[in-house]
């Protein structure tokens, strides 16, 4: 038997995503209190609820907006040491104190996306490469 999927995503709002629009997404609580939230909140909600009802558990972690590259490689899955070579390459901006490089987290998801999307499309294009079986 399988064991459960893995569907981690970061959600992360940007100054003009933390709005919220009049009689647009909310929550309403056990008392019938309606507290509209961003729509960014609500799918990050979605995502939640749609986990727990398959029964896997779900954890909510807050990341800070600039973390050190070993706490953003952590917080996107990959080895550090993947996320600091693309760092050195340029791929993604950052700035050094004494002891530690610091990176911001939208950067790093940006990059991070923009990387799966490359994978993607290098299996879609591997795929529709493919001779169909002919039975």
């Known amino acids: 038997m399988l064991g459960p999927t893995r569907d981690a995503?970061?959600?992360?709002?940007?100054?003009?995503?933390?709005?919220?629009?009049?009689?647009?997404?909310?929550?309403?609580?056990?008392?019938?209190?309606?507290?509209?939230?961003?729509?960014?909140?609500?799918?990050?909600?979605?995502h939640v609820l749609k986990a727990m009802?398959?029964?896997?558990?779900?954890?909510?972690?807050?990341?800070?907006?600039?973390?050190?590259?070993?706490?953003?490689?952590?917080?996107?899955?990959?080895?550090?040491d993947v996320l600091r070579k693309h760092v050195a390459a340029g791929e993604i901006p950052f700035r050094s104190t004494e002891y530690v490089d610091w990176v911001r987290l939208a950067d790093v998801i940006r990059w991070d996306n923009a990387r799966h999307?490359?994978?993607?499309?290098?299996?879609?294009?591997?795929l529709a490469d493919e001779p169909e079986d002919e039975a």
Do not use: N
């Not at 629009?21 to 509209?36: F, L, Q």
């Open 9 to 46: 995503r970061i959600y992360l709002l940007d100054g003009d995503e933390r709005q919220v629009t009049p009689g647009g997404p909310a929550i309403i609580g056990p008392d019938g209190k309606r507290e509209e939230v961003p729509p960014m909140v609500y799918r990050a909600l979605e």
């Open 53 to 80: 009802r398959a029964g896997q558990a779900v954890k909510v972690t807050p990341f800070r907006p600039e973390l050190p590259i070993d706490e953003a490689a952590y917080a996107i899955g990959v080895r550090s």
């Open 117 to 126: 999307e490359r994978q993607r499309a290098a299996l879609d294009e591997m």
